[in-house]
Structure formats: structure tokens, C-alpha cells
């Protein structure tokens, strides 16, 4: 069964910087369009920044030029280098992929979240 596991959440100072990583695993024979998402507390979960299987990217303008997202697909792996963080960046991060797999087919999965909170 297809996972995946994101790791690098914390608390971290404004002005500080994370790195997100979120590993994918199971029976895997492609991966697709790759995401980041978040939700803070009250809000609704909102998409943060996209890779495509070829490496082009999109950002939401609130994070252009602080967020730089990343993917290795020898390691089926995705990160998000997270810096000059604000307070407003407090939220739970969560990976998303489109997964190809093995006996399946083509479907979207999620990670399980990891909080990221930016205060003093």
C-alpha cells in the first residue's frame, strides 16, 4: 500500500527557515503532479505549491520567493524549503502526490501532516 511520510515540521522564530521532506513508499510506478498543502487552525486547507513530474512548480503568492519546493524522483521523494517564515505560516503541512500503482492505477494520496508554527 502507497504512503506517504512527511517529516521536518517545528517551531522555528520569524525569519527562521524548515525544510519539509515527504517520502513516498509502497508498490510505485510512477509518480505525477506533487503538492504541498496547508491548513491553520479555523481556516480551510489551501494548496501552497505543485510540481509536476518534469519539475516545473507554482506557488501561491504569499509564499513566492520564501519557498522553494523540490523533488527527487530517484527517491521518490519531495521537499519544501521553507525561509524568512512568518507567523501566518503557522499551519499543518501536508503532502499530496498522484500515484501510480502497481495493480491499482492512478490515484491521489495524502500525507498524515506536520506542524510548522513560526513564533517568538
Known amino acids: 500500500q502507497v504512503q506517504l511520510v512527511e517529516s521536518g515540521g517545528g517551531l522555528v522564530q520569524p525569519g527562521g527557515s524548515l525544510r519539509l521532506s515527504c517520502a513516498a513508499s509502497g508498490s510505485i510506478f510512477s509518480i505525477y503532479v506533487m503538492g504541498w498543502y496547508r491548513q491553520a487552525p479555523g481556516k480551510q486547507r489551501e494548496l501552497v505549491a505543485v510540481?509536476?513530474?518534469?519539475?516545473?512548480?507554482n506557488y501561491v503568492d504569499s509564499v513566492k520567493g520564501r519557498f522553494t519546493m523540490s523533488r527527487d524522483n530517484a527517491k521518490n521523494t519531495l521537499y519544501l524549503q521553507m525561509n524568512s517564515l512568518k507567523p501566518e505560516d503557522t499551519a499543518v503541512y501536508y503532502c499530496n502526490a498522484e500515484i501510480g500503482e502497481v495493480g491499482v492505477g492512478r490515484r491521489t494520496y495524502w500525507g498524515q501532516g506536520t506542524q510548522v508554527t513560526v513564533s517568538s
Open positions: 510540481i509536476s513530474s518534469g519539475g516545473r512548480t
